[in-house]
Antibody
Framework: QMQLVQSGPEVKKPGTSVKVSCKASGFTFTSSAMQWVRQARGQRLEWIGWIVVGSGNTNYAQKFQERVTITRDMSTSTAYMELSSLRSEDTAVYYC???????????WGQGTLVTVSS | QSALTQPASVSGSPGQSITISCTGTSSDVGGYNYVSWYQQHPGKAPKLMIYEVSNRPSGVSNRFSGSKSGNTASLTISGLQAEDEADYYCSSYTSSSTEVFGGGTKLTVL
């Protein structure tokens, strides 16, 4: 069955970068789209960006445009989200989600807690 | 891109029906039939309940239904059950080829 497994929790210093991975299995990775979403404790879901895996085309929320890069490695069926210039407000759980039908993000990773603290 | 507008909370008794609204603009909800609804229990990842305004993924109960009128989408849950108590989020495709989420609605089953 479709499964997304994310990398483990991270603790980062302000100003540094974090790269979260999301390994896919159980579906045709190259025919999917992957989105990244984050959620600070007690807050709403916040969309970060997505990648069309086959073409590598990406798009990002304006808020993150300057700091985020989403990539994929088709040889390992893994998507990555890298966020730079980290600040305390970036402390959140980061999720990846996959869609094989447009807009149908049925499968989500377990979430990765990123903590930014000096 | 501003968040879509949802009521902060709704409540209902078991067996009743409730509706959660999600208001955007003509640049998101009103302009595209790519509205989704997610259910999230505490400490868990979101679960897709509705996509493309009114479609249910396989395995989602038919007690959940979605609709849209103008710039407002709605999620209706009929025959409310205790396990429906959760946070619900809408999301929409936008004219910038991005997605935007709503502020979330806490559903309490009385």
């Amino acid at each position: 069955q479709m499964q997304l497994v994310q990398s483990g929790p991270e603790v980062k210093k302000p100003g540094t970068s974090v790269k979260v991975s999301c390994k896919a299995s159980g579906f045709t990775f190259t025919s999917s789209a992957m989105q990244w979403v984050r959620q600070a404790r007690g807050q709403r879901l916040e969309w970060i960006g997505w990648i069309v895996v086959g073409s590598g085309n990406t798009n990002y929320a304006q808020k993150f445009q300057e700091r985020v890069t989403i990539t994929r490695d088709m040889s390992t069926s893994t998507a990555y989200m890298e966020l730079s210039s980290l600040r305390s407000e970036d402390t959140a759980v980061y999720y990846c989600a996959a869609a094989t039908i447009r807009g149908c993000y049925t499968h989500w990773g377990q979430g990765t807690l990123v903590t930014v603290s000096s | 891109q501003s968040a879509l507008t949802q009521p902060a909370s709704v409540s209902g008794s078991p067996g009743q029906s409730i509706t959660i609204s999600c208001t955007g603009t003509s640049s998101d909800v009103g302009g595209y039939n790519y509205v989704s609804w997610y259910q999230q229990h505490p400490g868990k990842a979101p679960k897709l309940m509705i996509y493309e305004v009114s479609n249910r993924p396989s395995g989602v109960s038919n007690r959940f239904s979605g609709s849209k009128s103008g710039n407002t989408a709605s999620l209706t849950i009929s025959g409310l059950q205790a396990e429906d108590e959760a946070d619900y989020y809408c999301s929409s495709y936008t004219s910038s080829s991005t997605e935007v989420f709503g502020g979330g609605t806490k559903l309490t089953v009385l």
